[in-house]
Nanobody
């Protein structure tokens, strides 16, 4: 089991930046492919980005490509989502997620992730 806790959400003006962090529990954090998803009011949960176990491979949704950066520090057991040039349409609850250890490939599909954090609210004002 992996317990995930997100932090770093808040209110920011359009064009600003926020950095979200996810702190998974457990001593084998490096064994998990990690992802970020978001859900806006009245909308389905959508993929934001994913990062491989080593951090060497990342993938992003087209809507955030070039603005968001995922990184991880396996020694510190953290995965981060740096969000730049934020837009009002980025407003959502952001979730950190982990794939089961059996799978080592990043995925854009929420159904491929077994462990989820409680979410952190990001609000971008215009």
């Amino acid at each position: 089991q992996v317990a995930l806790v997100e932090s770093g959400g808040g209110l920011v003006q359009a064009g600003g930046s926020l950095r979200l962090s996810c702190a998974p529990s457990g001593r084998t954090f490096s064994s998990y492919v990690m992802g970020w998803f978001r859900q806006a009011p009245g909308k389905e949960r959508e993929f934001v980005g994913t990062i491989s176990r080593s951090g060497g491979t990342t993938s992003y949704a087209d809507s955030v490509k070039g603005r968001f950066i995922i990184s991880r520090d396996n020694a510190k057991n953290t995965v981060n989502l740096q969000m730049n040039s934020l837009k009002p349409e980025d407003t959502a609850i952001y979730y950190c997620a982990a794939r089961p250890r059996l799978f080592d490939s990043p995925s854009t599909n929420a159904n491929d992730y077994a462990y989820w954090g409680q979410g952190t609210q990001v609000t971008v004002s215009s």
